[in-house]
């Protein structure tokens, strides 16, 4: 259990730190030093699913004198360097749809890629997610969400950070505790044992396959030796 922690923290830790290097990738456009953390604002929308995969979406809102070194870095002059960057930190995972959108009007940017694998199964229906934190101040949210909200420092620039991760629909017992490294994970239960797997396609599958055996065994069965042949052979 100790090692699987240990993996999936340096895993969570190397995905941060390659999107937050390719989203501070000039660094000279963050040489002037701000005390507002709002100057520069990242949301991060970790998104879920049943079989664990994560869908990330990474928003940011820049200041104009941010946009314009921005606009010098590789996500917006060639998207495919960036994709091929994150493959390689992320070498143990498979990254899928990764796209990215600029609206040079508001001054934003948004990357999103699905992360297959990013829930560890524990088996019978025990999942966990590490975050990757240490001490994050949470907050939970009513649609099976929580919310972390934390600044750090780039080059002398002050960066908030926000963080919402939604757990599977259906997710239950969601709670939260540290790893061996004092780190903030949650464990939830979705799924696991034989009625998780039954899903509407597969009730309704399972009836047809019941009514066939069953019209089939109504059948009228014809006699081996009383077919119409033999018939014509007996009344001679």
């Not at 699913?49 to 990330?56: E, M, P, R, S, V």
């Not at 606009?71 to 990254?95: C, F, H, W």
């Not at 025990?126 to 009513?142: E, M, Q």
């Not at 939830?188 to 998780?196: A, D």
């Amino acid at each position: 259990m100790q090692i699987i922690m240990k993996h999936i923290f340096k895993i969570v830790k190397a995905s941060c730190f390659i999107i937050l290097s390719i989203l501070l990738c000039p660094g000279k456009s963050f040489s002037q030093v701000s005390g507002d953390p709002t100057d520069q604002i990242q949301q991060f929308t970790v998104k879920i699913d049943k079989l664990g995969d994560a869908l990330w979406e990474v928003d940011e809102k820049m200041t104009q004198a941010q946009w314009e070194g921005f606009k010098q870095g590789p996500l917006v002059n060639d998207p495919s360097i960036t994709k091929r960057d994150m493959e390689r930190a992320l070498s143990t995972y498979v990254i899928e749809d990764f796209k990215r959108d600029i609206d040079e009007m508001n001054r934003t940017m948004k990357m999103s890629f699905k992360v297959k694998a990013m829930a560890q199964y524990q088996g019978d229906g025990n999942w966990v997610y590490s975050l990757g934190a240490k001490d994050p101040i949470i907050t939970k949210l009513p649609d099976n969400s929580i919310m972390s909200t934390s600044n750090i420092a780039s080059n002398g620039q002050l960066i908030q950070q926000i963080y919402k991760i939604s757990f599977p629909d259906g997710a239950k017992n969601i709670q939260q505790s540290t790893d061996s490294f004092n780190k903030t994970i949650f464990t939830y239960k979705s799924g696991g044992g034989f009625w998780s797997y039954i899903t509407w396609n597969g009730v309704l599958g399972i009836l047809l396959i019941i009514a066939a055996v069953v019209l089939f065994v109504k059948m009228p069965k014809t006699s081996p030796g009383m077919g119409p042949n033999n018939k014509q052979i007996a009344n001679t």
